[in-house]
């Protein structure tokens, strides 16, 4: 364009060399626009303000259909157009005999048939490979059901729940659908993500082990971890996070023996320990909590590593006590009581953190 | 893996080429879906309009024309789609207040956090906290300007009104926009 003379920044952000600019610039548009601001030095302000406008505008939230909305309008458009076209699909045998099982009961296999069909009408498409099937599991029954998808994951799914999985996940991530309560135990594929997407929240991880409680009549979604980490987001219904841009909106970093629990009804997120925190550490470690004239900072050290928890204490008063006790396998609460009674301390749990309160140790 | 060029892929789809029509699918179905939760909040009216705009893509693959902007074409039919079936078309970008919030709430990445202070950190997120105050149309059609980087006619032929006008639409969004960052922070 001319030369800007009485441009100001809602000019400038209008112009299309500016919005380029400004998005990803290169090395021409650069040196125009360093060139048009060292002719035009009073203009700095508002160029800078046009750059704010234009990055306000950009920063606008991106909301992309999931892959299994995609598969879902997909396989709708396909459906009506196999309808549009009933004449010459009617010629078909395929489907001539669907119809004649159709009209004996055979309504199954009328949808494998037709499957069957939608494929081989899609040949060589892009769709078939970028776009997974996806099938359901529910678990109507009484006890908990183990399955174990196509990537070696293995998940119980609990009674009351379903789960939603492409027979084989795509390329770039693995993404499931979970209504109810289901503990996971996901292979590790650090180039696929596993996201569990479960009523209003997001569930990122690489291989872990971890469940979700998502009923759709309970009012907290629940994030416990076992081992791993795992990354938990939340998101409004159905609007499902476009997996290239979700480190965005990643929202907790959950470690094991933590828990998300996300409040549906106010929206809210926190993080906090299980109610009763396990080991991991493995069995013959668990002699290093005999004690004898140990110092705090050691104990509380053992504990930290043992449950993966964070005891934030004061080293100076805690500087003069020492502890003599055999713990081994009272749960982590008890150990906390036992230990804060020897030294003459108190303590409390908040969120992932234990906070003891100590008095000094006078001997 | 070969990219396929729009044109390519729009002859393809008038040849009633099954592939080319899926791979315009894959290519597009994103961005409308992105576009039309910005003018509409009813997500099952958004996946019907968008399932429409496609089937009618292949019924009339015949007529359509040949050097259409494929993505222009695509955002028209989508946008007189969900006028058309919204007789109570109510402008709500928020379903509720979650979604800004959560976003409010999180914290950025260090790269993040740093481009923010680039780009005059307060003043972007006034900016931007004001940007749905504007009319929705003024909102719309600086979305399409600057997101989807439209020309003003084709902007004018998406939101049927004259280039002139969404000129002095976006004009008139920023200028509102300015003041409101100014006056109202």
């Known amino acids: ?363 | 893996m070969t990219e396929c060029s729009d044109s390519v892929l729009w002859s393809g789809l008038k040849r009633g080429d099954r592939t080319a029509f899926s791979m315009l699918y894959q290519r597009y179905v994103g961005l409308l879906y992105n576009y039309a939760s910005r003018i509409c909040k009813d997500r099952d009216r958004i996946e019907d309009c968008i399932q429409d705009v496609f089937v009618a893509l292949w019924k009339y693959r015949k007529n359509l024309a040949a050097t259409t902007s494929v993505k222009y074409y695509l955002y028209r039919s989508l946008r007189s789609r969900i006028f058309k079936t919204a007789e109570d078309h109510e402008w709500n970008l928020q379903d509720g207040v979650s979604w800004d919030d959560m976003e409010n709430l999180i914290d950025l990445s260090p790269e993040e956090e740093l481009m923010s202070i680039e780009s005059g950190d307060e003043r972007t997120r006034k900016l931007k906290k004001y940007l749905h105050n504007l009319s929705p149309r003024q909102y719309e059609a600086i979305m399409l300007r600057f997101y989807d980087e439209f020309s003003y006619e084709e902007i004018g032929e998406i939101m049927g009104a004259n280039p002139q006008s969404i000129r002095n639409l976006v004009a008139r969004g920023l200028l509102h926009l300015r003041q409101y960052a100014q006056f109202l922070a």
């Not at chain 1, 009674?159 to 979970?178: A, C, K, T």
């Not at chain 1, 933590?258 to 997120?269: G, I, P």
Request: proline share 5%.
């Open chain 1, 1 to 363: 364009m001319k030369d800007y003379p009485d441009f100001d920044a809602g000019d400038l952000a209008q112009d299309e060399s500016f919005i380029r600019w400004v998005k990803s610039p290169t090395p021409e548009l650069e040196s125009r626009w360093t060139a048009w601001l060292e002719e035009h030095p009073d203009k700095a302000e508002e160029v800078q303000e046009a750059r704010r406008m234009v990055l306000a505008v950009l920063s606008e939230p991106e909301r992309f259909p999931t892959e299994y909305q995609k598969e879902m309008m997909w396989n709708r458009v396909q459906r009506e157009i196999l309808l549009e076209e009933k004449p010459s699909v009617w010629q078909n045998n395929f489907l001539r005999i669907a119809a004649l099982l159709l009209l004996s009961g055979g309504l199954s296999y009328f949808a494998f048939l037709y499957s069957q069909r939608n494929e081989a009408g899609l040949e060589n498409s892009q769709a078939k490979s970028t776009i997974p099937e996806y099938s359901e599991r529910v678990n109507n029954g009484k006890y908990p059901l183990k399955m174990i998808l196509s990537d070696g994951s293995s998940i119980v799914l609990q009674p009351n729940s379903s789960l939603r999985y492409p027979q084989s996940f795509g390329s770039d991530s693995r993404e499931v659908y979970l209504e109810g309560e289901a503990l996971f135990d996901i292979a590790r594929d650090p180039h696929r993500p596993f996201l569990v997407y479960a009523n209003e929240l997001v569930t990122k991880v690489l291989g872990t082990s971890f469940s979700i409680r998502a009923y759709e009549n309970e009012p907290n979604v629940i994030v416990e971890v076992r081992s791993g980490k795992v990354s938990v987001f939340a998101q409004p219904t159905g609007k499902a996070v476009h997996t290239s841009d979700s480190p965005r909106r990643e929202g907790l970093v959950l470690s094991p023996n933590q828990q998300a629990v996300y409040s549906r009804e106010d929206a809210r997120l926190t993080k906090s320990l299980f109610e009763n925190p396990s080991l991991l550490i493995p069995e013959e470690e668990q002699r290093s909590f005999e004690f004898v004239d140990a110092k705090m900072g050691d104990v509380f050290a053992a504990l930290e590593k043992a449950y993966g928890v964070e005891i934030v204490y004061d080293e100076e008063i805690m500087s003069g006590c020492y502890l003599n006790a055999s713990l081994t396998d009272e749960s982590l609460q008890v150990k906390l009581s036992l230990i804060c009674k020897a030294v003459n301390a108190t303590y409390e749990i908040m969120d992932t953190h234990i906070i003891v309160y100590g008095k000094g140790c006078t001997d």
